[in-house]
């Protein structure tokens, strides 16, 4: 019963450096998404997927890219990390869009 | 634009107390409503949502919400709280029929006193 998995938990860059954050969900569903948790804000949508090759962004896509791999796989790259991106970033998916029901444990990120 | 408010940043109770947390929404038209609990250093759950009908939902873990048009609010309640109830909640509202425009409040941190 693994559900929403992402890796890697835990990582710390520096500026400037580029990394890709990776999620893979076993449930067949077809809406993923990527958000970034920040203290007294909320989660903040960041990317979303409705299905297999299409994403479309959301309230703070700047800084990002995603690829929409195969219908289990939704990963977030980060081509310059920069200090404000330190965060903790959450995978979700869904049976479809709407919201998203089932969430990972989270990568915490740290940018020097 | 929408935007979820949730008035209380921190709330705290006695085991076996009554509880209820605040959720105000500003949307046109009816959203969809969603609750969901965050533990320490986990992903977030979901525990009730609301998308038309009856206004009163029940969710898991004994969870049940309210959702009042007029008040614009979705409050989370539950008659008796337990210990493992201490956690992060979070109201969300999300635009029907659409995948990006999905709201979450700041939360609001409950503590629970044995």
């Known amino acids: 019963n693994a559900g929403v998995t992402q890796t890697p938990k835990f990582q710390v860059l520096k500026t400037g450096q580029s990394m890709t954050l990776q999620c893979a969900q076993d449930?067949?569903?077809?809406?993923m998404y990527w958000y970034r948790q920040d203290p007294g804000m909320g989660l903040r949508l960041i990317y979303y997927s409705a299905s297999e090759g299409t994403t479309d962004k959301g309230e703070v896509p700047n800084g990002y890219n995603v690829s929409r791999l195969n219908k289990r796989e939704f990963s977030l790259r980060l081509e310059s990390a920069a200090p404000s991106q330190t965060s903790v970033y959450f995978c979700a998916s869904s049976e479809r869009g709407t919201q998203p029901q089932h969430f990972g444990d989270g990568t915490r990120l740290s940018i020097l | 634009a929408q935007s979820v408010t949730q008035p209380d940043i921190h709330i705290t109770v006695s085991e076996g107390a009554s509880l209820e947390l605040r959720c105000n929404y500003s949307y046109g038209a009816t959203p969809y409503l969603f609750w969901y609990v965050q533990s320490p250093g986990q992903g977030l759950q979901l525990l009730l949502k609301?998308?038309?009908?009856?206004?009163l939902v029940q969710g898991i873990k004994g969870f049940e919400a309210e959702f009042k048009r007029s008040q614009s609010s979705f409050n989370l309640r539950k008659p008796s709280v337990h210990w493992s109830d201490a956690a992060e909640y979070f109201c969300a509202v999300g635009v029907p029929n659409t995948g990006n425009q999905f709201y979450f409040g700041t939360g609001t941190s409950l503590t629970v006193i044995p």
């Open positions: 449930m067949n569903h077809n809406s």
């Open positions: 609301y998308f038309s009908g009856d206004t």
